[in-house]
């Protein structure tokens, strides 16, 4: 492979938990609403205000409104994750080197460039990606295949050449939609999930088993 291509929450970063905690907390104690945490995960993919409308339906909030709740979702979110921001394990290594062998490498994720920042910049990982493509870079989330499509491009490879590192069906999905291979990290959803899919190459916990350091060998 030429490139590979990582999401960030629960791919690079072990924080969903700390995502669906913020949403449903949020959903109940400001929103009136009384959603449990198994209502509440099975959202957790896609835009901020596409994850709005999936709960409360298109005619709740304004476009305003969406974004002033997704925004302090996101400062809750990082208030409560940032003593345990830490990438996978395994993966500053892979990281590193991936760099050495000349792999290009992308972040596609539907995270806000808030988030992205927090992670890349906080961790100091910024100088191994030529390319971010963010929730504000694509019109329509995943499992279209625009984000990785637009990472290959802005990378100058080929989508068949580009691997895909995700955590939910949703964006295997959209890899599989843009023609590419993909490696799950079951951070936060069972293998069984991915039955449907036929690109997936592997699943692992995180970057330190044999199949993952042969990528990077």
């Not at 409308?53 to 302090?72: I, K, N």
């Not at 329509?140 to 625009?146: C, H, L, M, T, Y």
Request: contains cysteine.
């Amino acid at each position: 492979m030429q490139a590979f291509i990582f999401d960030l929450n629960g791919t690079m970063v072990h924080d969903m938990e700390y995502h669906t905690r913020a949403w449903q907390r949020l959903f109940n104690e400001e929103l009136g609403g009384s959603f449990t945490w198994d209502e509440v995960k099975p959202q957790m993919y896609g835009k901020n205000r596409e994850v709005l409308v999936r709960l409360f339906g298109p005619d709740r909030f304004s476009g305003e409104e969406m974004d002033r709740l997704g925004m302090e979702k996101e400062r809750r979110y990082q208030e409560e994750f940032r003593p345990q921001l830490a990438l996978l394990p395994g993966l500053p290594e892979f990281l590193e080197r991936a760099q050495q062998r000349g792999i290009r490498m992308a972040v596609g994720s539907a995270a806000i460039p808030f988030n992205i920042d927090f992670v890349l910049d906080n961790l100091d990982i910024r100088h191994y990606f030529q390319a971010i493509v963010s929730a504000d870079d694509v019109t329509v989330s995943k499992p279209n295949p625009e984000v990785f499509l637009r990472c290959a491009e802005l990378l100058g490879v080929p989508p068949a050449e580009c691997l895909v590192f995700e955590d939910v069906p949703k964006g295997a999905e959209a890899a599989y939609n843009a023609g590419m291979d993909a490696v799950v990290l079951t951070t936060t959803h069972e293998v069984a999930e991915f039955d449907y899919l036929f690109n997936v190459r592997h699943f692992t916990p995180d970057f330190t088993d044999a199949f993952m350091q042969g990528l990077v060998a």
